[in-house]
């Protein structure tokens, strides 16, 4: 085994290959909701715009385009209520996932040094720790965390994979309580527009870190709301200096997004519209899966935001992912999660409306 393999955990999704053939074997074909992967179309004035800038034959910069700083800062006044910003308060990045796995390393942080993230979380915030060899350490609440030799601390509201929304009130006393510690508070909110029951805030808000961005920094994505997971366009937003730094690491390792995709950003960042209209799509999956699932035995917890649903019938996850793969329903099992998922699992709502509405008539 190499040294790589031996401190990263198994790739959980390469378990689930089994039960996906299962799937895969019913008449009628598989309905997949174990993956949060967008399914419909790119909307036209993004294609648009990506088509518009094809002919760049130069490098684009790490800090991406003045248009696109200037998107990044109007969205982020418009839509989190983030006053103030400059260009030094944002950094284009090449989709969310490599910024989680590789952000301990570009901070420096190593052996010795604590990364916290909640105890029912996406992977990444452990492999990243790992990656860096710094220790990852998961939390039920983060002001409980012991704040000896901890740096990073995660926060992902709305949650994936519970769909759980931290309140302006939990968000500003874990602000605080970081601030007084000196550790560094990067909020993951993926899913920030596309909450059902609540609307989630962010960290970058007035009202949760008192209009400084000093020691907080927001992580935002293009994939989910705006269909462009095939894109890898996300971005940071928040404390100058942190950014700073993070920017000269990345022109270092030619960590540039491609120059169509930033125009193809600027126009996404720009319109509101698809936006409402993807927010329509996945609020009438969610609604028919959620009562079919609660039709034949589901209980959901939290759920108030994200693209999934935290489903559990009372047992074991794997049992549940094998029952529903025998009816051609791929789920994610709760457990690739963390332990405290081992009776849930996960059911996006990313399929297309046939595929959702056959999952619904194999449930009823």
Not at 168 to 182: C, D, I, M, N, P
Not at 295 to 321: K, M, N, Q
């Amino acid at each position: 085994m190499s040294a790589v393999s031996a401190r990263l955990p198994v790739f959980p999704w390469d378990r689930l290959e089994p039960y996906k053939a299962t799937a895969a074997a019913h008449p009628d074909g598989i309905v997949d909701l174990s993956v949060g992967t967008p399914v419909d179309p790119v909307p036209e004035l993004v294609q648009a715009a990506l088509s518009a800038a094809s002919d760049s034959p130069g490098y684009p910069t790490v800090w991406g385009t003045a248009a696109l700083r200037d998107a990044i800062t109007g969205w982020a006044g418009r839509r989190l209520g983030a006053a103030g910003l400059a260009h030094t308060n944002v950094l284009p990045v090449v989709g969310s996932k490599e910024l989680v796995a590789w952000l301990p390393t570009q901070l420096g942080l190593g052996p010795g040094d604590r990364v916290a993230y909640p105890r029912l979380a996406y992977p990444t915030y452990e492999v990243g720790a790992r990656l860096a060899r710094a220790e990852p350490v998961v939390y039920d609440e983060p002001t409980d965390t012991d704040p000896a030799g901890l740096k990073l601390l995660w926060l992902n509201s709305p949650s994936n994979p519970t769909g759980r929304v931290l309140s302006k009130e939990r968000l500003r006393a874990t602000v605080a309580w970081a601030r007084e510690h000196g550790v560094l508070v990067v909020s993951d909110e993926c899913y920030l527009e596309l909450g059902w029951e609540t609307e989630p805030v962010s960290v970058l808000h007035p009202d949760v870190c008192g209009g400084s961005y000093e020691g907080v920094v927001a992580v935002h994505s293009l994939s989910k709301r705006s269909n462009l997971a095939g894109y890898r366009a996300a971005f940071l937003v928040g404390d100058a200096g942190v950014l700073g730094e993070l920017l000269r690491i990345r022109k270092h390792g030619g960590m540039m997004t491609p120059a169509p995709v930033q125009a193809a950003a600027v126009a996404a960042l720009g319109d509101d519209a698809h936006v409402a209209e993807q927010r329509a799509r996945y609020a009438a999956r969610r609604t028919a899966l959620r009562s079919a699932l609660e039709g034949c035995g589901f209980r959901i917890e939290h759920s108030e935001a994200s693209l999934y649903l935290w489903a559990t019938r009372d047992e074991p996850c794997w049992d549940t992912v094998g029952d529903l793969s025998k009816r051609g329903i791929l789920v994610a099992p709760g457990d690739f999660y963390g332990p405290a998922g081992e009776r849930f699992v996960r059911v996006a709502f990313t399929a297309t409306d046939e595929r959702v509405a056959e999952a619904v008539r194999r449930l009823s």
